[in-house]
């Protein structure tokens, strides 16, 4: 079934909200899609249950660290704030920990919990990472909104959500290897990662109408992510990983994981200048 198509601004023309939108779902679409290849793989024993962990973790450490170099090194005409960008992406990392921590110790006292299907330290596990892929759609659904402003808005948004389409993939990808090789079905773990994007077309419409108020923020917000999410890559999914696949099997699947991250936001961002 064809997706329907948004009415094409013309060159230089405002794009409308409802193109903002449409991007900003697509984007959040996308990140089902990284739940994909898991359902070809069979039932996985307690050490390939680790190496997913740690595969997961490389991703979200390499993630992290991009948000931490894209709000260290902020450079935007419309930024009015006096306060360097590196100063507010560190407010932000260390709200973020602060956030995390606070959430955890909430979840623990809940061992009743459920998400998709899992229960115990699965599901406080699986619901931590969710909310820390939540929190960084926050800031890339702000992102996609200020890429549609200005006079090359047009042009620069399509750019900046088809970039940010292919980089919730694998994003989807750590969502799932943390519940499927647990027993959550494919559907169920596709919904959960798609819900963890949903902030990206609520925030995109925002932050499009009201452009010179979220660039300012923005650092803040991209720190306040990256710091959650290191902390549950470090404390939860290393940790766990270790565990069941041992110190070198998890430095090595982490690393690799981590480097092929990398490699792939560097082509992309590379496509995206090209």
């Known amino acids: 079934v064809p997706l329907p198509t948004p009415p094409q601004p013309q060159h230089g023309e405002e794009p409308s909200i409802q193109h903002v939108f449409y991007y900003g779902w697509l984007t959040a679409v996308s990140t089902g899609l990284g739940a994909v290849p898991l359902a070809f793989a069979p039932n996985l024993s307690t050490y390939w249950v680790g190496v997913s962990n740690a595969i997961a973790a490389g991703m979200m450490l390499m993630a992290s660290y991009s948000l931490f170099y894209e ?15 590196m100063y507010r992406t560190a407010i932000g990392a260390l709200v973020g920990l602060l956030f995390i ?7 623990s006292n809940h061992e009743d919990l459920t998400v998709g299907g899992l229960g115990g330290a699965d599901a406080r596990r699986a619901l931590l990472i969710f909310f820390v892929m939540t929190l960084h759609s926050f800031s890339e659904g702000v992102g996609i909104g200020v890429s549609f402003g200005g006079v090359h808005g047009s042009e620069l948004g399509v750019f ?11 994003e989807g990808l750590a969502m799932a290897v943390t519940m499927m090789p647990r027993g959550t079905s494919l559907l169920t773990a596709m919904v959960w990662a798609i819900l963890s994007s949903v902030p990206q077309p609520l925030m995109a419409v925002p932050a499009y109408e009201f452009v010179h108020h979220f660039i300012p923020i923005l650092p803040v917000g991209l720190g306040f992510a990256g ?19 041992g110190l070198v099997t998890t430095a090595v699947v982490s690393s690799l994981s981590l480097g092929g991250m990398h490699f792939l936001q560097e082509a992309i961002d590379a496509g995206a200048r090209s």
């Open 71 to 85: 709000g260290c090194y902020f450079d935007d005409p419309g930024d009015t704030s006096t306060i360097p960008s």
């Open 101 to 107: 921590n606070v959430t955890e110790k909430f979840i």
């Open 160 to 170: 900046i959500s088809a970039s940010l389409a292919v980089h919730n993939i694998p």
């Open 227 to 245: 710091g959650a999410m290191a902390w549950v890559a470090i404390f939860e999914l290393l940790m766990e990983a270790v565990e069941d696949s």
